[in-house]
């Protein structure tokens, strides 16, 4: 047995000893770093050293793993910038013992220091909107409209669907009512027809009355014949009529178009002003009906009112007093007056009158020579057909002999 596994088999596995024999690689430094950024590679021991340094023997077995294997990462370096040792370091005393010795004061730090655990980002959406994510956007919309564009196509086409089987059966239901009215009107017959024989009624009578309904039917026949005709040929009136405008309102139109400005803008003025009378006369005539509904029923209530009626005979015998009794006032007046008044009154009133008089004569007069022109010219065109007349016997007379 080698002097190694002596020392091994007689220490056993027992505590670590105080002092590490195991050196802790110091960390490089930034000057260390070569001109791309990377640490300089250590330099390798020379030949025949030790790597742990001291010649001492190995470390012993409390620096392995629980399970008797591989060493331990106690002699590796460091962890990263925050300090906290690797997971081979905790609960080894060996360990601790090498540790004692690292300044972390004089550690450098790089430019991350020392710091916790960041966490992952809780972000759930997108956080760069790019065109990728608007196209993907754009076509969902773009899916999503076709899909209700099918849809209402497809609701469109039920509806087509049930808009045709409406009509049919609307069609069918006109069928089925005119087919009832038929029965219907044929029952009422057979009714009819069961009335008659049940009452005993002789078949002449019911001749009788046959013929009687044949030309009552014949005469309303004829009657909505003549009224359809009537109505076609004011509907025809009307047509006319309508055309007739468009036409004179074309002319119009043309007509306008030719006026110089002033007119033009004149005749505009005139014409709605011609629609605002218009609109008043309309306003005005049912403000009159108004007023004579108004007063056919004042009367009718009047009528079946005698107290109303009373007050109104009595305010007749009021106007016509007051009527009498200002004409009374006036003649006092006249009375009250000097015959120089009086005279020249009744001179005034001579001179209306004859002047009235001269008016109406001059009218006559007016009158009485027309007359005479139309009597004078009755008379030539009578002597005109008389001459004619006597020549043509002449003319046979002479031919005669």
Do not use: C, W
């Not at 925050?82 to 905790?90: E, K, L, N, V």
């Not at 008043?280 to 107290?307: F, H, K």
């Not at 005979?313 to 007093?321: C, N």
């Amino acid at each position: 047995m080698s002097s190694r596994d002596s020392g091994f088999a007689g220490g056993g596995v027992g505590k670590a000893p105080t002092g590490s024999s195991v050196p802790v690689p110091e960390r490089p430094s930034t000057a260390s770093r070569n001109a791309f950024g990377a640490p300089a590679p250590m330099a390798k021991p020379p030949l025949g050293v030790p790597l742990f340094g001291g010649g001492g023997p190995p470390p012993g077995t409390a620096m392995k793993g629980s399970g008797g294997g591989p060493p331990g990462t106690a002699y590796k370096r460091l962890g990263t910038a925050s300090g906290r040792p690797d997971t081979g370091q905790q609960g080894s005393g060996a360990v601790a013992s090498s540790m004692s010795s690292v300044q972390i004061q004089n550690r450098p730090i790089t430019n991350h220091g020392i710091s916790g655990i960041k966490l992952a980002s809780t972000s759930v959406g997108r956080q760069v909107l790019d065109k990728t994510y608007f196209l993907n956007e754009l076509r969902q919309k773009r899916m999503e409209v076709a899909a209700e564009i099918t849809k209402m196509k497809t609701e469109m086409e039920a509806l087509d669907r049930r808009q045709a089987q409406f009509n049919s059966l609307e069609k069918r239901s006109t069928d089925l009512t005119k087919e009832v009215k038929l029965l219907q009107e044929a029952l009422a017959d057979y009714n009819t027809v069961l009335d008659k024989v049940g009452s005993q009624t002789p078949v002449y009578l019911i001749q009788q009355e046959n013929s009687s309904l044949r030309e009552r039917n014949d005469q309303q026949r004829h009657r909505v014949n003549d009224i359809l005709t009537e109505r076609l040929a004011l509907e025809q009136k009307t047509k006319q009529a309508e055309t007739k405008i468009a036409d004179i309102q074309q002319g119009l139109d043309s007509r306008l178009s030719g006026m110089p400005p002033s007119q033009r803008t004149q005749y505009l003025e005139l014409s709605s002003e011609t629609q605002l009378l218009q609109a008043e006369s309309r306003r005005l005539e049912e403000q009159v009906d108004e007023l004579d509904r108004q007063l056919y029923t004042s009367e009718g209530e009047l009528a079946r009112n005698p107290i109303k009626q009373r007050s109104l005979q009595l305010q007749e015998q009021i106007r016509a007093l007051t009527a009498r009794k200002y004409e009374q006032q006036q003649e006092e007046e006249r009375g009250k007056r000097s015959p120089e008044e009086l005279r020249d009154e009744a001179m005034a009133k001579l001179k209306r009158d004859n002047q009235e008089v001269d008016a109406i004569a001059a009218q006559i007069k007016e009158l009485q020579d027309h007359i005479k022109r139309g009597e004078e010219r009755l008379k030539r065109q009578n002597g005109g057909t008389m001459g004619g007349g006597s020549g043509g016997v002449g003319g046979l007379g002479g031919g005669g002999g």
